[in-house]
């Protein structure tokens, strides 16, 4: 036997929920870690550097280095805040135990 759907089967219209459209949430700020040029640390260094704490190629490495070598800075990634915090504490720690200036900073982007 085959059912219509008649007027009462129909669910009640004037009971609609007023639902407010959620705002999207709002992204967080993005940080930009740079790295600055000095005369003292090795090109060597730098590029492993970006290898092991940014996991860059060794190509990407080598690019992002002779940027900083002839600009005299270059962003090497953008990251939260708190991850780009670490970043630089880690380049910083690792270029100080290696006793080299490398200069390491963040800033919003």
């Given at each position: 036997m085959t059912?219509?759907?008649?007027?009462?089967d129909?669910?009640?219209?004037?009971?609609?929920l007023a639902v407010k459209p959620r705002a999207k949430?709002?992204?967080?700020p993005m940080y930009k870690v740079l790295m600055l040029n000095?005369?003292?640390?090795?090109m060597e260094f730098v590029v492993h550097v970006?290898?092991?704490?940014f996991g860059m190629s060794h190509a990407q490495a080598i690019e992002i280095m002779l940027t900083v070598h002839r600009k005299g800075v270059a962003v090497v990634g953008v990251?939260?805040?708190?991850?780009?915090?670490?970043k630089v504490a880690q380049v910083m720690e690792l270029a100080r135990r290696q006793q080299h200036p490398l200069q390491c900073t963040?800033?919003?982007e």
């Amino acid at each position: 036997m085959t059912h219509w759907m008649t007027d009462s089967d129909k669910p009640d219209d004037q009971f609609e929920l007023a639902v407010k459209p959620r705002a999207k949430p709002k992204r967080p700020p993005m940080y930009k870690v740079l790295m600055l040029n000095d005369d003292f640390t090795p090109m060597e260094f730098v590029v492993h550097v970006l290898e092991r704490l940014f996991g860059m190629s060794h190509a990407q490495a080598i690019e992002i280095m002779l940027t900083v070598h002839r600009k005299g800075v270059a962003v090497v990634g953008v990251f939260s805040h708190e991850i780009a915090e670490t970043k630089v504490a880690q380049v910083m720690e690792l270029a100080r135990r290696q006793q080299h200036p490398l200069q390491c900073t963040m800033e919003k982007e």
